[in-house]
């Protein structure tokens, strides 16, 4: 057994990023920009972990067009795309994914830590898990390394090794639990094992790499008579 599980955020707790693209859509709008991410190209433009890091490159490659952002009105606008999630999740909520409870219940009583390690912002996650688990929520993790905190997103391995230091645990004892092609590598190049849960926009990447994959956290459940074998 794992001593710690480390999950991702978007796409593992919950299928989050028709919100985020939601609000990127809004944002853009509010700004006076003709841009909209329709399903398609969100799918690829996902392949860039980070809300500013993903604007970059969809401005850098507009065709034949030169940029038309700086860094800084990528900044601005983000904040405005990372206000409007918040109002949207707040408003309309957004489910944990189906086992996710079970899982953080059962790694509760077998004594296993939980920790978080993910690309988007603290603010989002405490939007999220406020509402799905209460304001108390991150009582539940013994660490949590979120995108800023760290100068490469993934699937630079950084976000992992920030947060093994922060649990001050080897990454052989853990166990990450990712949704995406780049946050298995990003798991994977920290040395962690990885387990995969399918979501929407990721489910035909390729996890080769992963020990393990699956649709959804329930088919972990009753794997032993003491739950997820997590
Ligand atoms: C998912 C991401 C994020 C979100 C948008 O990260 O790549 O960028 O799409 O959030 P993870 P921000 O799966 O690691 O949680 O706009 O706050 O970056
Ligand atoms: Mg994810």
């Not at 707790?13 to 398609?40: C, I, P, V």
């Not at 604007?55 to 490659?61: K, L, M, S, V």
């Not at 940029?67 to 990528?74: C, G, K, M, V």
Request: aromatic share 6%.
């Amino acid at each position: 057994q794992a001593r710690a599980l480390i999950l991702d955020v978007d796409g593992t707790l919950a299928e989050t990023e028709e919100a985020h693209r939601q609000a990127f859509n809004t944002a853009f709008a509010g700004a006076g920009l003709d841009w909209r991410w329709e399903r398609a190209v969100y799918k690829d433009l996902l392949r860039v972990a980070g809300g500013k890091e993903r604007i970059r490159a969809f401005d850098d490659a507009r065709d034949g067009q030169p940029p038309l952002l700086s860094d800084s009105e990528i900044a601005e606008l983000h904040q405005i795309k990372t206000s409007l999630y918040a109002e949207l999740i707040t408003k309309g909520g957004c489910p944990l994914r189906p086992g996710i409870r079970a899982l953080l219940d059962a790694a509760r009583q077998r004594g296993q830590s939980l920790a978080i390690a993910t690309t988007t912002s603290y603010q989002n996650i405490d939007v999220l898990l406020s509402a799905s688990l209460g304001k108390d929520w991150a009582e539940l993790f013994a660490a949590i390394a979120a995108g800023d905190e760290v100068r490469r997103k993934k699937p630079a391995p950084d976000v992992y090794l920030k947060v093994l230091s922060k649990l001050n645990l080897p990454a052989s004892q853990c166990l990450a639990i990712e949704d995406s092609g780049i946050g298995l590598a990003a798991a994977s190049g920290a040395g962690i094992p990885v387990l995969i849960s399918r979501s929407a926009y990721f489910s035909d990447d390729d996890f080769s790499g992963a020990v393990c994959t699956v649709d959804d956290l329930t088919e972990l459940t009753g794997m032993s008579e003491d739950g997820p074998e997590a």
